[in-house]
């Protein structure tokens, strides 16, 4: 249909995929399992997992309780359920005084009524979805190097059942390194790990990344960000991830995907 489009809800992924490879254009949205079979495909414009991050260099760590309500902000803001979510905190140095701030700020959100305007979490519609993501982690933290800091704060189980509904609260991992398991991983809810590395290894192990806010003045370090090619959304400063303006679509300039330009002259 002309000027329109069509959403397609996956329950029935073989002909969804058809219907894909068939499209001269598609986007396409999901987790990691339902993308990366399409990661080759250059019709289709793949919008999977953001793992969105915020970066913290040593010219400003030692101010990093100016930044908490930011980085909760960016961890939490909308459910915790967005790509640009932050779903990691990297910083150079005292990554167990951050982690437990940010514990002590997220720990506290709890399920509230539907009606609630100050609701901060949203329920899973299929609570099989929140029993396998509360499992992952589960499974995650089996391998050493890796501490829920919020299981003590929240005093409660991370999945709970509140007014007919399911919800897992939020849980911030202190991570020794980025390769645990659970240091570069995104969940449907506010969830983060927080893992400490030098500045100079920061770019070698954050991978792709949809949206980074690097909290620096450091003009080498900002040079080398604005040349990454695994960032796709660059904030420089003390802004959410999850901050969007209208002008700079964090999923890119649609245009671009969809036509082709052209110069063209005309003389009647």
Not at 44 to 50: K, Q, R, T
Not at 86 to 101: D, K, L, M, T
Not at 125 to 141: H, T, W
Request: glycine content about 8%; aromatic content about 6%.
């Amino acid at each position: 249909m002309p000027g329109g489009g069509i959403r397609l809800l996956p329950d029935r992924p073989r002909r969804c995929g058809e219907i894909l490879r068939s499209c001269g254009r598609a986007l396409l949205f999901g987790d990691k399992s339902t993308t990366e079979k399409y990661a080759n495909n250059s019709a289709i414009e793949i919008h999977g997992p953001g793992y969105s991050k915020v970066l913290i260099g040593e010219d400003q760590i030692d101010r990093w309780p100016e930044f908490i309500d930011l980085l909760v902000a960016s961890i939490s803001d909308n459910g915790g359920r967005s790509c640009i979510n932050a779903s990691a905190i990297v910083v150079p140095r005292q990554a167990p005084e951050i982690a437990q701030a940010l514990a002590e700020k997220l720990g506290s959100i709890a399920p509230s009524k539907p009606d609630d305007d100050q609701a901060r979490l949203s329920g899973f519609a299929n609570p099989k979805m929140a029993d396998s993501i509360d499992a992952a982690i589960e499974e995650g933290l089996k391998t050493p190097g890796a501490v829920d800091v919020t299981s003590k704060i929240r005093n409660a189980p991370r999945k709970v059942a509140f007014e007919g509904g399911t919800y897992l609260r939020p849980t911030l991992v202190l991570c020794d390194s980025f390769a645990h398991p659970l240091a570069n991983r995104e969940f449907l809810f506010p969830y983060a790990s927080v893992i400490q590395t030098p500045q100079n290894d920061m770019l070698k192990n954050i991978g792709p990344s949809l949206v980074v806010t690097a909290i620096t003045h450091d003009d080498q370090f900002r040079g080398q960000l604005l040349e990454s090619p695994l960032i796709q959304r660059l904030n420089l400063g003390a802004i959410p991830t999850t901050r969007i303006a209208w002008d700079q679509p964090h999923e890119g300039n649609m245009f671009e995907f969809l036509y082709k330009r052209r110069a063209i002259e005309r003389k009647d």
